[in-house]
């Protein structure tokens, strides 16, 4: 049962779920809930434990039956909670990256990473790949220890209670819920999400009260989303995963990144590809252009020389020297050359087309898998509309925001939950 000062979940993760009826009423002697928070996810869960710390009673509304849908799913189900290093290069936003600084700064990694480690009982582990994963590797641990942390600091949850309006009057916020029930809140922390993974329950309800109470909502757009392609056949190649370079221009370059690529079914996945994907997804991006540079370790720094070398070996031989041997078919195919044709015998023509291709290979992208497989949303709130020292809204007294719901987009490798974690803790400390 959802009982007043105590966070609903018992032992274990998933909580056991109860919708009460009317809404948990706010402690005795109080009129309105001091804070309301919509949306436990990680951001909601960071900004009760911090709001709730500072002895104030905190009422969290969240739509799914279980809390920290995204956490559990996080990672390969490992949850990257965090990055091992971090500035704010490491995010995308329409605004000021001093802004992104200053927010990042209210909370250094490494105390975030000792919050994990002695408050929540999450003790972390770096990769090679610099990402910092929890030591047990179950990202089901890291729901269980927030919610925890939000039992013992007195948190309410109400789970199965999907808020459907929030207005403005009277001092405070009333909160409806989409079977009519309603509560009234002092100060209200919206840490609704974004749009991506919609089966979680993220349909941007968030972002229309934030407009509807006087906010901009930037356009959103699915990033860190495989990309799709109906051009050059590349489905022949699907499951193969490759070193490149990526360069996406409009017209100047405007991006580059390095990681492994995969071809998909449908287009292109893999760390760089979704690292890249907001250059193309975003409103602003369309008509970027995407090339890949094939980028094995060994791979010749010039492949016009290399080329030249001639001699008896078949063109495709050489290279399969450094490149996945379906790939170095592959663009023997695009270049409209025959694979066995040897370096001695390779026309000049057909031998720039094929440099090209493995320089700067075109990747036509149609589009992007969308919301269903994104993992995070671009634009949102502008950080401007919100003090970067309380994520307090500068135009509604009261209303502040958290994590994804901020036009703010991390690249992969926990940056994502690390912005929501700092900025949940920051929006907690200011509502409580
Ligand atoms: C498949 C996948 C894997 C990911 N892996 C990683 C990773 O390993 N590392 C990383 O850093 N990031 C990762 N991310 C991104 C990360 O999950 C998000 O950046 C992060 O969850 C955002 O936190 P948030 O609290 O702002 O939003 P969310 O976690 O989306 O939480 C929003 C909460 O609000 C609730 N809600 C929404 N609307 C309502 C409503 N009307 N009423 C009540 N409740 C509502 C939702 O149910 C949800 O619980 C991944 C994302 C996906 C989709």
Redesign the pocket.
């Known amino acids: 049962m959802v009982r007043p000062g105590r966070a609903e979940f018992l032992h274990g993760y998933p909580p056991s779920s109860v919708s009460d009826r009317p809404l948990p009423a706010p402690p005795d002697g109080l009129l309105r809930w001091p804070v309301v928070i919509?949306?436990?996810?990680?951001?909601?869960?960071?900004t009760a434990i911090h709001a709730a710390r500072t002895g104030v009673p905190v009422l969290v509304?969240?739509?799914?039956r279980k809390?920290?849908?995204?956490?559990k799913?996080?990672?390969?189900g490992?949850?990257?909670?965090?990055?091992s290093v971090v500035d704010e290069g490491d995010f995308h936003t329409e605004g000021s990256s001093k802004a992104v600084r200053k927010v990042l700064r209210s909370w250094p990694l490494d105390h975030v990473t000792a919050f994990f480690a002695d408050d929540l009982g999450i003790p972390l582990k770096v990769e090679d790949t610099g990402?910092v994963f929890p030591v047990s590797d179950r990202?089901g641990d890291v729901v269980v220890a927030l919610l925890r942390a939000m039992d013992r600091a007195g948190v309410t949850l109400a789970t199965d209670?999907?808020?459907?309006d929030v207005t403005r009057g009277d001092g405070g916020f009333t909160v409806t819920?989409?079977d009519d029930r309603s509560v009234h809140a002092d100060r209200l922390v919206l840490?609704?999400?974004?749009l991506?993974?919609p089966k979680?329950?993220?349909?941007?309800?968030?972002y229309r009260w934030a407009r509807t109470l006087g906010h901009t909502v930037l356009p959103r757009y699915p990033a860190?989303v495989p990309l799709l392609t109906d051009t050059g056949d590349w489905d022949r190649l699907a499951g193969l995963a490759v070193p490149a370079r990526l360069t996406a221009r409009a017209p100047k370059v405007v991006w580059e990144g390095e990681g492994d690529l995969l071809v998909t079914h449908k287009g292109f996945s893999g760390p760089v590809v979704l690292d890249a994907s907001y250059r193309v997804a975003a409103p602003w991006g369309q008509g970027t252009a995407l090339t890949a540079r094939w980028a094995a370790a060994d791979a010749p720094a010039d492949w016009d020389v290399h080329l030249q070398q001639g001699g008896a070996r078949p063109v495709a031989a050489v290279l399969r020297d450094t490149l996945p041997r379906r790939l170095a078919d592959h663009l023997c195919g695009l270049a409209d050359i025959d694979p066995s044709t040897t370096l001695g015998a390779l026309r000049r023509d057909d031998r720039k087309r094929l440099v090209s291709l493995l320089e700067e290979c075109p990747l036509h992208v149609t589009g992007t898998e969308g919301y269903r497989?994104?993992?995070?949303t671009g634009g949102g709130v502008p950080l401007a509309e919100l003090s970067t020292t309380t994520l307090e809204s500068r135009l509604v007294p009261g209303l502040h925001m958290?994590?994804?719901?901020?036009d703010v987009?991390?690249r992969?490798?926990?940056?994502?939950?690390?912005?929501?974690w700092v900025?949940?803790r920051l929006a907690g400390l200011a509502a409580g």
């Open positions: 919509v949306g436990a996810g990680a951001a909601g869960m960071m509304l969240e739509s799914a809390p920290g849908a995204k956490i799913v996080s990672g390969g490992r949850c990257n909670v965090l990055p990402k990202s209670t999907r808020v459907a819920t989409t840490t609704t999400g974004g991506s993974l979680t329950g993220s349909d941007g309800a968030g860190l497989t994104a993992e995070v958290a994590g994804e719901i901020i987009t991390g992969l490798g926990g940056y994502n939950f690390h912005w929501a900025t949940g």
